[in-house]
């Protein structure tokens, strides 16, 4: 049973993310037999690395590898800014309506799973918008030329951006209207046909600095648990087509 939180506990939360993500976010994991359980957030040797540079850089670009922990971690600073900023606006970006969805239902979960009591009160709470005490939101957005415009946002984060079909287009919307917040962008590799029409985040990422971004990658080993065993195995599951 998950210890609520005392009034000391979470005025030492509000001053850190950090201290927010590890000791009071709750995230669902899958198992190996494919069973889901609800676990604590789990502090890796990357996370430092991470929590740094969601301090030091207003743009930043991941490339990643599936499963190691990026949506959860961004979600969680979505929602720890939103908790504890007021008039804290966020959007989301991904490549569909089910794809932000996916990503404000993260943002839910942990919201319902702090050791809180009461637990903040999430209003309006729907499957692409949901807002928090001190008029507080999360918007999210899927890839379409307009996407986001006509808003302000403190945070604004496109998941899976290689995957947008509209992400040269969308990211002219959304930086303008972030122009004083902070921009995460992050996604894992996009098969070569895709890059084709989409090659944004791929310009995005490889010209870093110039394109004013901080770019970072997080291959499959920054998970823990992962070595070469797991490697080969991954690999046996796959087809030959190279970059899978």
């Given at each position: 049973?998950?210890?609520?939180?005392t009034?000391a506990e979470?005025i030492?939360a509000?001053?850190?993310f950090?201290?927010?993500?590890?000791?009071?976010?709750?995230?669902?994991?899958?198992?190996?037999?494919?069973s889901?359980?609800v676990?604590q957030?789990?502090?890796?040797?990357?996370?430092?690395?991470?929590?740094?540079?969601?301090?030091?850089?207003?743009?930043l670009?991941?490339?990643?590898?599936?499963?190691?922990?990026w949506?959860?971690?961004?979600?969680?600073?979505?929602?720890?800014?939103?908790?504890f900023?007021?008039?804290?606006q966020?959007?989301?970006?991904?490549?569909?309506?089910?794809?932000a969805?996916e990503f404000?239902?993260k943002?839910?979960?942990?919201?319902?799973?702090?050791?809180?009591?009461?637990?903040?009160?999430?209003?309006?709470?729907?499957?692409?918008?949901?807002g928090?005490p001190?008029?507080?939101?999360?918007?999210?957005?899927?890839?379409?030329?307009?996407?986001?415009?006509?808003?302000?946002?403190?945070?604004?984060?496109?998941?899976e951006?290689?995957?947008h079909?509209?992400?040269?287009e969308?990211?002219?919307?959304?930086?303008?209207?972030?122009?004083h917040?902070q921009?995460?962008?992050g996604?894992s590799?996009?098969?070569?046909?895709?890059?084709?029409?989409?090659?944004?985040?791929?310009?995005m990422?490889?010209g870093?600095?110039?394109?004013?971004?901080?770019?970072?990658f997080?291959p499959?080993?920054v998970?823990?648990?992962?070595?070469a065993?797991?490697f080969?195995e991954?690999?046996r599951?796959?087809s030959?087509k190279?970059?899978?």
């Amino acid at each position: 049973m998950t210890t609520k939180a005392t009034e000391a506990e979470i005025i030492r939360a509000a001053a850190s993310f950090s201290y927010f993500l590890f000791n009071h976010t709750y995230i669902r994991d899958v198992q190996p037999d494919g069973s889901a359980r609800v676990i604590q957030f789990e502090q890796w040797p990357i996370h430092e690395e991470q929590l740094r540079d969601l301090a030091k850089y207003k743009r930043l670009i991941d490339l990643k590898a599936r499963q190691v922990s990026w949506s959860w971690l961004r979600g969680s600073y979505a929602a720890w800014n939103m908790l504890f900023k007021g008039h804290y606006q966020v959007g989301v970006g991904s490549a569909g309506e089910l794809e932000a969805t996916e990503f404000i239902d993260k943002v839910r979960f942990v919201l319902e799973r702090l050791p809180y009591d009461p637990l903040p009160t999430i209003f309006p709470n729907n499957a692409l918008l949901l807002g928090v005490p001190g008029e507080s939101t999360i918007m999210g957005f899927p890839s379409t030329a307009k996407a986001a415009r006509g808003f302000n946002y403190n945070l604004f984060i496109a998941d899976e951006a290689a995957f947008h079909p509209w992400a040269q287009e969308a990211y002219a919307s959304y930086e303008a209207a972030t122009e004083h917040g902070q921009i995460i962008i992050g996604s894992s590799a996009g098969d070569e046909a895709r890059q084709v029409t989409n090659d944004f985040f791929q310009r995005m990422f490889m010209g870093a600095p110039d394109t004013g971004f901080h770019a970072s990658f997080y291959p499959w080993t920054v998970r823990p648990g992962r070595d070469a065993a797991w490697f080969e195995e991954r690999r046996r599951r796959m087809s030959s087509k190279p970059g899978q």
